[in-house]
């Protein structure tokens, strides 16, 4: 009989104390990001770590990241060639298009608050500390004296708003001045500015590093890339010139992705998150005009409206940028050729 008692009382120890210990495994969820490289601070440091608080407070679920960060035009062209980005967060609207078009996004991205732009910047020109150059104005990169740098619309999506912001102004002073859109003026300013590019390289970012280097006496660049120097410390002063163009920085879901890892639930609640005051406060904080109103209204005095912003609908909208300005007949195109001529 004692034989038998501790026996019984063994396996109640065997059943019950596994069962003491044993704790739900909590579940993992994994998205991936693939964004342009400009924004890799903001989500690393504050988005991401935010959503993960978020999430695993609201659901008691981990998300794990798998991020990405290249420039835009290259993000996207990875996308479509398989990375298996669940949220893309780029440059501009034409590379989430070249998404759309091969099937991987199949609902209206742009059927979300503020069209599905979840960030706004502007093109700036940064110069040398205490002005060397006496740059104020688009037409002083004109000048003999000074180098400009800017990234490479063939391989930098987010190089097409600098030369947008060149031609477009162009276009902007010549109707304020002339009462008339004249492109001949723009196509001129941006042919001697073009001259006067010294390095072309293949990101936003890229170029900043060259100009870092002490490398040209101008960069023409976003205003969210100076403001981030500014941030961490660096002395690196910009001009928000008259007529510069407003840039606007599209998110979507891809669908196909999103489906196949069966996570459109904390897909789209980042997404969401994206949007949020606290989101949109800490893009904010990083360089990065919000979108959201109330948000706006706290930073205004920190990104002052230029006298005569245009947007890329003033261009004819991104068809007509993509023929107009860097098809194969197009102003840029064009423009570059002659001064390889020429050389």
Same mark, same amino acid.
């Given at each position: 009989?004692k034989n038998?008692k501790?026996?019984l009382?063994f396996?109640?120890?065997f059943?019950v104390?596994?069962g003491?210990?044993?704790?739900k495994?909590?579940k993992? /969820? ?5 964004a342009?490289?400009?924004?890799r601070?903001v989500?690393? @440091?504050e988005?991401i770590?935010?959503f993960?608080k978020?999430?695993?407070e609201?659901t008691?679920?981990k998300? /794990? ?10 993000q996207?062209r990875?996308i479509a060639s398989g990375f298996?980005?669940d949220i893309?967060?780029?440059s ?5 298009t070249r998404?759309e078009e ?6 209206n991205?742009?059927n979300?608050e503020?069209?599905?732009?979840v960030?706004?910047?502007v093109v700036?020109i940064?110069y040398?500390?205490?002005n060397p150059?006496?740059?104020r104005d688009w037409?002083d990169?004109q000048?003999d004296d ?7 619309? /063939?391989?930098s999506?987010?190089?097409?708003w600098?030369?947008?912001a060149?031609?477009g102004?162009?276009? @902007?002073?010549?109707?304020?001045y002339?009462?008339k859109?004249?492109?001949q003026y ?6 001697k500015?073009?001259? /006067?590019? @010294?390095?072309?390289?293949?990101s936003?970012r890229?170029s900043v590093?060259?100009f870092?280097?002490g490398?040209g006496?101008?960069l ?5 890339e ?7 410390g ?13 840039i ?6 891809i669908d196909?992705n999103v489906e196949?890892h069966?996570?459109?639930d904390?897909?789209?609640?980042f ?5 949020s005051?606290?989101?949109q406060?800490a893009f904010?904080?990083?360089?990065f005009?919000p979108?959201n109103e109330?948000?706006s ?5 920190k990104y002052?409206?230029p006298?005569?912003l245009?947007?890329?609908h003033?261009l004819?909208g ?5 023929t107009n ?11 570059m050729?002659?001064l390889?001529d020429?050389?």
């Open positions: 009989m038998m501790n026996f009382i396996c109640l120890i059943i104390i596994p003491c210990g044993n704790k495994e909590e993992v /969820r994994t998205l991936t990001l693939g342009y490289t400009v924004t601070e989500y690393c @440091k988005i770590p935010a993960k978020y999430w695993n609201k008691g679920e998300v /794990r990241f798998v991020d990405s960060y290249l420039p835009s035009g290259a996207s990875a298996a980005a893309a967060a780029l501009l609207e034409q590379d989430i998404l091969l099937g991987l996004i199949t609902h991205w742009k979300r503020y069209n599905g732009f960030t706004r910047s700036v940064c040398r500390p205490r150059k006496i740059i037409q990169l000048r000074v180098d400009v740098i800017y990234p490479n619309p /063939r391989t999506g987010g190089a097409m600098c030369v947008n060149i031609y102004s162009g276009l @902007k002073l010549s109707e304020v002339q009462q859109k004249d492109p723009a196509r001129n300013l941006l042919k500015i073009q001259e /006067r590019v @010294k390095v072309m390289d293949k936003g890229d590093n060259t870092k280097e490398i006496d101008a023409v660049t976003y205003e969210n100076a403001l981030l120097r500014q941030k961490q660096e002395e690196f002063p910009f001009i928000i010139p008259k007529a510069t163009i407003l606007e920085n599209p998110v979507a879901l196909k196949k069966q996570n459109g904390v897909a789209e609640a997404v969401d998150f994206l949007f005051n606290d989101s406060r904010a904080a990083y360089g005009r979108v109330v948000i209204l706290e930073f205004a005095r002052p409206r006298e005569y245009f947007e890329i003033y004819g991104w068809e007509h940028v993509y300005i860097y098809g194969p007949e197009g102003t840029w195109t064009k423009v050729s002659e390889s020429e050389k």
